[in-house]
């Protein structure tokens, strides 16, 4: 195991209210990212992480919000959740450098929002 | 900007037999890496293989090769004697400059 785990798995929230996922990781690693999928687009990414306090965004980042103020942990914020958001987010960890290393998942946080 | 194309419609292969999934890419930048994960019905998402832009050789592991073919920009998954247990959805991606970036995936289904 890459030593990765998210919380919660799964949530159901109403539309308006905020949601804040959380990417623990005890590996150490310097890179963190999120990720949302959904049928038809593939694993999108949504913001990552370069170091604690160090982030960017993805393709997808409207609406989201990130932090990193240790290196284990990395939060998703949905400020007010709408429909749109009702995804599978992935945590991802590692990498090497700027294009090596693999990458390790967690189990994915079902996210609906009614 | 970088950006994965995964065309194929969803798959087929008789079990044993060799299938390639199809991935091209694009990027302007001379380094970046090239990832194949596999993505069971179960959901977790799992390595499979490697390739660095600047790697001479085809990265192989186990049954898996990668055909890289650089001026081409593709990055074709070979599976070799293909088991039911390669059913899945299969993602092709590429890391440039920390991002990972991920093209819509592939649905192959083996035949017993």
Sequence with gaps: DAGITQSPRHKVTETGTPVTLRCHQTENHRYMYWYRQDPGHGLRLIHYSYGVKDTDKGEVSDGYSVSRSKTEDFLLTLESATSSQTSVYFCAIGGQGNYGGELFFGEGSRLTVL | ??????????????????????????????????????????????????????????????????????????????????????????????????RLTFGKGITLSVRP
């Design chain 2, 1 to 98: 900007a970088q950006k994965i194309t995964q065309t194929q419609p969803g798959m087929f292969v008789q079990e044993k037999e060799a299938v390639t999934l199809d991935c091209t890419y694009d990027t302007s930048d001379q380094s970046y890496g090239l990832f194949w994960y596999k993505q069971p019905s179960s959901g977790e998402m799992i390595f499979l293989i490697y390739q660095g832009s600047y790697d001479e050789q085809n990265a192989t592991e186990g049954r898996y090769s990668l055909n890289f073919q650089k001026a081409r920009k593709s990055a074709n998954l070979v599976i070799s004697a293909s088991q039911l247990g390669d059913s899945a959805m299969y993602f092709c991606a590429m890391r440039v400059i920390f």
